[in-house]
């Protein structure tokens, strides 16, 4: 793989981290551009203005938004009803930015100048509190990507952390 490709895609990416795409990421999905494994269409937060600067970053021509991953999506961001929300944390767990903050049992809210407007919070929710409204933008690309990173460090350190104490008890 082209590292320096892919690094230059994924700095052309929203970093919206929303996974429509059918990548675990906007970098994941950036290097399987970078081998030839995905179209530069695929981005529907990003929308025509993205499929431009990735076809041209690739050499080829833009095309149209691939209809299987929905259509393009306009900036927006998540709001919680407070007064609706049990607490179960399972949209802090889904939210790839870390963007949502709280405590089990307790309401939660979203930090809206954080959130990337990806959804992803929205179906585990099991009492539906959660919708996406209408922002005027999306956060920096720069610190979604950071705060991307740093929620995959952590939740990869604890996993070795918790396998260490597991493996202390065999």
């Known amino acids: 793989m082209n590292s320096a490709l892919a690094s230059r895609l994924d700095a052309l990416l929203p970093q ?3 996974t429509r795409c059918g990548y675990d990421g906007c970098r994941p999905y950036a290097e399987a551009m970078a081998q030839g494994a995905a179209q530069h269409n695929r981005c529907p937060p990003g929308g025509d203005g993205v499929i431009a600067g990735l076809a041209a970053a690739l050499g ?3 095309i149209a938004l691939d209809a299987g991953v929905g259509p393009a999506t306009a900036p927006a961001v998540a709001r919680i009803d407070e007064e609706a929300c049990i607490g179960c944390t399972k949209c802090i767990q ?3 930015v870390d963007a949502i903050v709280g405590a089990s049992k307790l309401m939660h809210t979203v930090i809206a100048a954080w959130c990337t407007g990806c959804e992803l919070c929205v179906p585990p929710c099991p009492v539906d509190c959660i919708e996406l409204v209408p922002a005027s933008a999306l956060p920096e690309a720069a610190l979604s990507r950071a705060r991307h990173d740093e929620r995959a460090q952590r ?3 604890a996993g070795r952390e918790r396998a ?5 008890y065999e």
């Open 16 to 18: 919206t981290q929303c």
């Open 60 to 62: 080829r021509e833009p």
């Open 94 to 96: 889904a939210c790839p």
């Open 155 to 157: 939740r990869e350190r």
């Open 164 to 168: 260490e104490r597991l493996a202390a």
